[in-house]
């Protein structure tokens, strides 16, 4: 389910806008013709990209799910991975749009480690349901 106002943190990328609530237990598993329980002992709040990702995929705990984030990332986003470092005295000698790109790119692959870095602390620190509404 998708909630406008959620002003948490994403709990397995630690996007600072989590817009959706993930289902730890994929709902499709639990009941098939039952209403959608969004109580909190049964979500945790997710952005959109890793609720995607997860889709319906029988992963049973918050630690299980982020390592199956943690691969798929790097799977998805692996030629921007690969982009090489860029020093800031290699950056000064280009100009224009070339600039503008790699700086972006460069962004984006600073954020998409952060991240696969993120994923792997919560699949290591294997946190429950409870810790993450705590931590919030």
């Known amino acids: 389910m998708t909630r406008s106002k959620l002003i948490y943190p994403c709990s397995y990328c630690n996007y600072p806008f989590a817009d959706t609530l993930d289902h730890v237990i994929p709902h499709s598993y639990t009941s098939v013709h039952d209403k959608r329980n969004y109580d ?69 692959k600073e954020k998409i480690e952060l991240k696969i870095e993120y994923c792997s602390l919560v699949r290591d620190l294997e946190p429950s349901i409870e810790d993450i509404w705590e931590r919030l």
């Open 40 to 108: 909190r002992s049964k979500v945790v709040p997710c952005c959109k990209e890793c609720n995607t990702m997860l889709g319906n995929k029988m992963y049973n705990t918050i630690s299980e799910r982020a390592a199956y984030l943690h691969i798929r990332y790097k799977q998805r986003y692996k030629k921007l991975l690969s982009l090489p470092d860029w020093s800031k005295k290699e950056l000064k000698q280009i100009k224009g749009n070339l600039k503008k790109k790699i700086i972006f790119n460069l962004n984006n």
